[in-house]
T-cell receptor, first 110, second 113 residues
Framework: GQQLNQSPQSMFIQEGEDVSMNCTSS?????WLWYKQDPGEGPVLLIA?????ELTSNGRLTAQFGITRKDSFLNISASIPSDVGIYFC??????????FGTGTSLTVIP | EADIYQTPRYLVIGTGKKITLECSQT?????MYWYQQDPGMELHLIHY???????EKGDLSSESTVSRIRTEHFPLTLESARPSHTSQYLC????????????FGSGTQLSVL
């Protein structure tokens, strides 16, 4: 299957700081998605991106679909304790199955 | 708010037992999926269904089987559980129209002793 690499693997930040994480693939996708998973729960969709170069915001979250269609990044501004969790990117090609990234674990220190 | 339910949340069983993990959704979604996830790791697709009487295997080889007799129900069965099956199992569903938006259940954490 496809491999999506996320970096960093984990982050420890102070409350109020901004966060940036990215996801890269060796293959192109026509849809990129970002999910957040809280401990003991299933992932929840945060942002969906449909077009190369697209920049989309959802509250304090901003994500971009890379021009090459092989990467995406997610930014979180002014982090708060409830941002803690694992963030997964996922790529999809033409309505077919999703491929999930390796995850970025975020810890916010109050 | 997603309406997709998985039971049980936690299951500890002995080797060789037959188990069925339940997944139901009340959103009328056509597509349903089963993913396997080890702690803190990526999700791997093991089975999916595009509708009633449709089931397909995913990328990750699995000894489990699934059925889709009703739109809302997508159970996963292990005929003979082994310690290597210990993992979290996540069920998800999506609409045909915007199938990129997956709604996940809370998962079943399976431990096989």
């Amino acid at each position: 299957g496809q491999q999506l690499n996320q970096s960093p693997q984990s982050m420890f930040i102070q409350e109020g700081e901004d966060v940036s994480m990215n996801c890269t693939s060796s293959s192109i996708f026509n849809t990129w998605l970002w999910y957040k998973q809280d401990p003991g729960e299933g992932p929840v969709l945060l942002i969906a991106l449909y077009k190369a170069g697209e920049l989309t915001s959802n509250g304090r979250l901003t994500a971009q679909f890379g021009i090459t269609r092989k990467d995406s990044f997610l930014n979180i501004s002014a982090s708060i304790p409830s941002d803690v969790g694992i963030y997964f990117c996922a790529g999809q090609l033409y309505g077919n199955q999703f491929y999930f990234g390796t995850g970025t674990s975020l810890t916010v220190i109050p | 708010e997603a309406d997709i339910y998985q039971t049980p949340r936690y299951l500890v069983i002995g080797t060789g037992k037959k188990i069925t993990l339940e997944c139901s959704q009340t959103m009328g979604h056509d597509k349903m999926y089963w993913y396997q996830q080890d702690p803190g790791m990526e999700l791997h697709l093991i089975h999916y269904s595009y509708g009633v009487n449709s089931t397909e295997k995913g990328d990750l080889s699995s000894e489990s089987t699934v059925s889709r007799i009703r739109t809302e129900h997508f159970p996963l069965t292990l005929e003979s559980a082994r310690p290597s099956h210990t993992s979290q199992y996540l069920c998800a569903s999506s609409r045909r129209a915007d199938n990129e938006k997956l709604f996940f259940g809370s998962g079943t954490q399976l431990s096989v002793l």
